[in-house]
């Protein structure tokens, strides 16, 4: 029979190695990519260009462009850890219905693109897509949304922290990596372990632009907390949309909500910026 000593060792060994495993395996649990890309905006009918840029560092990465047919905004799209760009054909085409042009990539390590998808990577990466756009295709920032749906809402924010644009909006975003790891590993010291930061919280506090954060109350993997707490954190002018569904699908479950929120902000971000321009002429 075990003595108390050999139990609490058996229990101490357990649970070291559970922590072990939870460390390296933190990669494949943070980026989940697909590399087969077999379907393109064509197959909804959409007119499109296939964009390939590099990144800072080197790294080439494959992108799609479909161009605003009203409106004359576009939303730098950054999706979140799972697939490509592929499984967001949805949202895609709810963009375009509204009337605004859509630049949307893969990180590396996704779809065509090139390398292994990391934290710095993916904000190069973003940084890179917004280069294009306003570089290559001369974009003006402040007809730039940069919309990010859960990681992609973190990396979003990171760069609208760091860059000129119209609009922020985050998605079933979460506050930090850490706070995901300790809603999930309750019981382990996260914070010592954590292998990534995507602090979206600190980030949204940079931000200078108007902020729009859109989560369900019935998200099961993001809770609707965090997004509460990333608003609270951002800065004025700023907009909070409840949705109801499940993470990946609350958007189309809530559709008639989520389009009628996105025309009523694209709405706001015009006499706002009308607004500020004809002070600015005032002056």
Same mark, same amino acid.
């Given at each position: 029979m075990l003595t108390f000593v050999e139990i609490i060792a058996v229990l101490l060994i357990a649970y070291l190695t559970l922590g072990g495993a939870l460390y390296f395996m933190q990669p494949k649990f943070t980026y989940s990519p697909t590399r087969e890309v077999s379907y393109a905006p064509d197959e909804l009918g959409l007119d499109f260009e296939n964009v390939v840029f590099k990144t800072g560092d080197g790294v080439q990465l494959s992108s799609w462009f479909v161009p605003a047919e009203e409106s004359g905004l576009t939303v !730098?799209?950054?999706? &979140?850890? +799972?697939?490509?760009?592929?499984?967001?054909?949805?949202?895609? @085409?709810? !963009?375009?219905?509204? &009337?605004? +042009?859509?630049?949307?990539?893969?990180?590396?390590?996704?779809? @065509?693109?090139?390398?292994?998808?990391?934290?710095?990577?993916?904000?190069?990466?973003?940084?890179?897509?917004?280069?294009?756009?306003?570089?290559?295709?001369?974009?003006?920032?402040?007809?730039i949304i940069i919309f990010g749906r859960s990681l992609g809402g973190s990396i979003a924010a990171q760069l609208a922290g760091k860059v000129d644009a119209g609009a922020l909006i985050i998605e079933s975003g979460f506050t930090s990596y850490v706070d995901m790891g300790r809603k999930f590993y309750p019981y382990m010291p996260v914070r010592w372990f954590a292998r990534f930061s995507y602090s979206t919280i600190d980030y949204i506090r940079k931000v200078r632009c108007p902020v729009l954060i859109i989560h369900s109350r019935n998200d099961e993997i993001v809770p609707f907390e965090f997004g509460l707490e990333l608003y609270e954190a951002a800065n004025e002018p700023k907009e909070f949309v409840e949705l109801f569904g499940s993470h990946n699908g609350s958007f189309l479950v809530s559709r008639e909500i989520y389009n009628r929120a996105w025309a009523k902000w694209l709405k706001f971000l015009e006499q706002y910026y009308e607004g500020r321009s004809a002070g600015q002429q005032a002056c």
């Open positions: !730098l799209f950054c999706h &979140g850890n +799972g697939g490509n760009m592929m499984h967001r054909l949805d949202s895609i @085409d709810i !963009l375009h219905n509204l &009337g605004l +042009g859509c630049f949307i990539f893969d990180y590396r390590g996704y779809g @065509d693109s090139e390398g292994k998808p990391s934290e710095e990577g993916t904000y190069l990466d973003a940084m890179a897509a917004y280069n294009w756009l306003t570089k290559v295709k001369n974009v003006p920032a402040n007809r």
